[in-house]
């Protein structure tokens, strides 16, 4: 005849967010995280019959969960207060059921030893996340306080126990890897019935007393977002004035309007301000950059994250599809309005890679009149290690007319502080790459070219160069200057002009800027273009 076993204090603690540490029944519960309980669970005690197995009082114990959000994401049990004299305890069998019966699992049975033992106030963690399943055969003896994996040996039963008039009828046996707690009830809903069958293998086992707690972790389910990000303006200067620009991250879910969490703008990877509130699904910075801002390319991106205490949405960022901001130097303006400066530095990678940074280099060009006569381009301040020669140079105008007035030129010999000019006046071409020279400081030369080239795009979404098109000046075809950038309208600019250079060299280049000066047939400058507009936060 099957004996029973007395099961006080079962406890069935469904925890939800976070898996939390084995804790007491009710202590601290939340919206998205609680410890609940079933009561106490007896089984009395039999005599050897070889009946079917003995069911435990009350059959199943029931635990009500309510108050909760989202779904079950993980479980992990405790048995407490385990007393059991002079028994085997591989006949206890123990079963889960999810609220409604839409989810079973058989998760301790035939396990602790074939033999018999005298337990006394024990406890056991189960746990998908242990390191191992419970022992289990002759001497085989659990450890007091250990955590295990759940585990139905049905192996050493003969097959998975069934519970008599349990809803379902069947359930799967835990087996210590792919089938467990969160296999199993991972995305149920925590709120109504959870029922726990308990029964005893039949082999005339002393009678006992034994605690329950079982502690289910569950966690909210967040609905999906999406993160996207958007500035205006586009292009601004990293000084006053015009110097600021609006980011705004729009956040969408199939969820519902995202009316919580909050934004995090970062600018090439640093953070830009501090999170920003969303509402509404959108999020805004007014992002003001000062003079140590560097040239150039800045890509933005955000990330959104729902930090309510009751979370419904998932965090997202849009790192995979940045948004660019060009940011440029303002313009100095000299020589009576016809010289147009950009003082910024251009720095020209080691790494063979082609890459100058920023890429282009903007000037703003504005105040003249009349129709443009000549173009001067003049490089200032060169620090070069290998030779001009690997330089290849694109003037780009406001229309996107394109002039390459240096490719494959300028001979072989390294410089420091070199300034030269580029000019449809100049009286000599600059050398091939054969001899080791160099441009003459301050000297005037024309535009040559001894191949073609094509300048890569650098990923740069914004202002990259035209890739095909160029005007090539002699000795590759006879453009100049002045016929290339005839047509540009001087009078209401476009846009910015754009100097690209190239290198493929590998040398670790600098320049200081550049300088374009205009003649044209009538007419002066007197300003430089403005673009952007205020905003209300520095970043220097």
Not at 165 to 193: E, K, Q, Y
């Amino acid at each position: 005849m099957r004996l029973h076993l007395f099961f006080s204090a079962g406890l069935l603690c469904l925890l939800a967010g976070v898996q939390a540490a084995y804790g007491a029944c009710g202590s601290g519960n939340t919206s998205t995280s609680g410890t609940f309980c079933s009561g106490t669970i007896t089984t009395p005690n039999t005599t050897s019959d070889n009946s079917a197995p003995i069911v435990a009082s009350p059959y199943p114990a029931p635990i009500t969960v309510s108050g909760m959000s989202g779904a079950v994401s993980g479980v992990t049990v405790t048995i407490s207060g385990w007393n059991f004299p002079s028994s085997y305890p591989y006949t206890l069998e123990l079963m889960l059921v999810s609220p409604g019966g839409s989810q079973a699992l058989v998760f301790f049975a035939g396990n602790c030893g074939d033999n018999p033992q005298s337990l006394s106030n024990f406890t056991l963690n189960l746990s998908d996340s242990a390191s191992g399943i419970p022992p289990n055969g002759y001497n085989q003896d659990c450890t007091n306080n250990a955590t295990y994996k759940p585990y139905g040996n049905s192996s050493f039963l003969g097959g998975c126990p069934t519970f008599a008039g349990a809803t379902p009828s069947t359930a799967s046996c835990a087996n210590g890897s792919t089938v467990g707690f969160n296999s199993t009830f991972t995305g149920v809903s925590p709120n109504g019935t959870w029922n726990v069958y308990a029964e005893i293998y039949d082999d005339q086992e002393m009678q006992g007393t034994l605690s329950i707690n079982l502690n289910l972790t569950t966690e909210v389910t967040q609905s999906a977002t999406t993160t996207s990000v958007s500035v205006n303006p586009t292009e601004i200067f990293n000084s006053s004035p015009n110097n600021s620009s609006t980011f705004t991250a729009t956040i969408t879910s199939s969820g519902g309007t995202v009316n919580e969490g909050e934004v995090q703008f970062y600018d090439n990877g640093a953070t830009a301000g501090t999170p920003v509130a969303v509402s509404g699904g959108q999020a805004q910075l007014d992002d003001i950059y000062g003079s140590a801002t560097a040239e150039g390319l800045h890509q933005i991106t955000a990330v959104y994250t729902d930090n309510a205490s009751n979370p419904k949405f998932e965090t997202s960022n849009n790192n995979s599809n940045p948004t660019s901001l060009f940011i440029d130097n303002h313009t100095v303006v000299s020589n009576n309005g016809t010289t147009f400066c950009n003082p910024g530095t251009i720095t020209i990678s080691n790494t063979g890679s082609d890459f100058t940074s920023p890429y282009p280099q903007h000037v703003f060009v504005n105040g003249l009149s009349g129709s443009l006569a000549g173009v001067t381009l003049t490089f200032n301040n060169i620090h070069e290690t290998g030779g001009l020669d690997d330089w290849k140079v694109l003037l780009v105008g406001p229309d996107g007319t394109s002039f390459a007035p240096m490719t494959f030129a300028g001979g072989h010999a390294g410089a420091s502080g070199l300034t030269f000019n580029l000019s449809d006046t100049g009286t000599a071409l600059l050398a091939t790459g054969t001899p080791n020279t160099a441009p003459t400081n301050n000297g005037t030369y024309q535009p040559t070219a001894y191949g073609t080239y094509t300048w890569p795009t650098q990923n740069q979404p914004v202002f990259a160069p035209p890739q095909s098109g160029y005007n090539y000046p002699q000795t590759v075809n006879n453009a100049t200057f002045a016929g290339t950038f005839g047509s540009e309208n001087l009078n209401t600019p476009s846009g910015p002009w754009s100097l690209y250079i190239s290198d493929e060299g590998g040398d670790s280049d600098t320049v200081g800027g550049y300088c374009l000066t205009f003649t044209v047939n009538s007419g002066v400058a007197t300003a430089t273009s403005e673009i952007g507009r205020a905003s209300c936060r520095e970043r220097v």
